[in-house]
């Protein structure tokens, strides 16, 4: 059983922006999350991150979450500066650094639908990809909830799509933590991502955002091409989720540029 969390003692004061530090929204923003065997994580990221587990009917079990959204309004944090938009999907694996203690994740890649995508890749060997994200999302106003939420996901690296829906009825249960605020500190507040970039060496960078008020929701189809590829969740599993998460739009800072740290 993981630990019981506090947000409270996560939450910190904005980092203050500088250089080209980036902010921008993220709408439609969901967590996806899957709790597999421990042993499928082996040989995914470097010795100096252990997986972050928790214990399921007795097995060892590691999460990963599909994470898709719009960056609406992306733009500079401290110039004034265009402001873009651009589908986006991430795959992230909840890890510790064990150099530091802190709980993070480890990001398989991204896929991204804009041309900028040639900074984080070219610039800064990103593990970012191209893909055509499309989102097809009907939210009711009144309720605050989706009534339709479906993303197709075209990519030669991770092709993927997803179909959700939300209801007052739906509930947020996560086995493995004591309570419901310790699995949302775990699953919604690692500010650290770590990655290999794509000449092999570790890179990092960090975000800020405040708590996430997202809102339980199911899954009625999914298919995410990169998780079976890698062995992960395989295609039989990937329509009985450990959890799905939603929030309509918030707002991340994203600290660049990346560093190397190996």
């Known amino acids: 059983m993981q630990e019981p969390r ?3 003692d996560y939450l910190i004061d904005r980092p203050k922006p500088k250089g080209i530090d980036v902010l921008c929204g993220l709408k439609h923003f969901a967590i996806i999350t899957y709790a597999v065997p421990a042993e499928r994580f082996q040989g995914i ?3 100096r991150f252990q997986l972050d587990t928790v214990e399921i009917n007795g097995q060892e079990m590691g999460l990963i979450s599909v994470v898709p959204f719009i960056d609406v309004d992306f733009t500079s944090a401290v110039f004034p500066f265009p402001k873009f938009t651009m589908g986006q999907t991430n795959y992230r694996i909840y890890i510790v650094d064990t150099k530091t203690g802190e709980r993070c994740v480890w990001f398989l890649g991204t896929t991204l639908d804009s041309w900028t995508l040639a900074v984080p890749r070219y610039i800064w060997n990103l593990p970012w990809h191209a ?5 097809d999302c009907t939210l009711n ?3 605050g909830l989706y009534d339709k939420y479906q ?4 990519s030669d690296w991770a092709e993927a ?3 959700l829906v939300q209801s007052e009825f739906d509930s947020m249960e996560f086995p493995g933590f004591p309570d419901t605020e310790s699995a949302l500190v775990f699953l919604t507040h690692p500010l650290a991502g770590f990655y290999y970039r794509r000449d092999n060496k570790v890179g990092t960078y960090r975000v800020w955002h405040k708590e996430l008020e997202v809102k ?3 899954l009625k189809s999914a298919s995410f091409k990169l998780l079976s590829d890698l062995g992960i969740v395989k295609v039989s599993e990937q329509n009985s989720p450990y ?3 939603i929030e309509p739009i918030n707002e991340f800072t994203i600290y660049l540029p990346p560093a190397v740290i190996g």
Request: aromatic content about 14%; overall charge positive.
């Open 151 to 154: 993303m197709k996901t075209f």
């Open 131 to 135: 893909g055509k994200v499309y989102f």
């Open 45 to 47: 990221f470097p010795k």
């Open 216 to 218: 339980p929701a199911r």
């Open 141 to 143: 106003e009144a309720t």
């Open 6 to 8: 506090k947000l409270e």
């Open 161 to 163: 799509s997803v179909d």
């Open 243 to 245: 959890s799905v998460l």
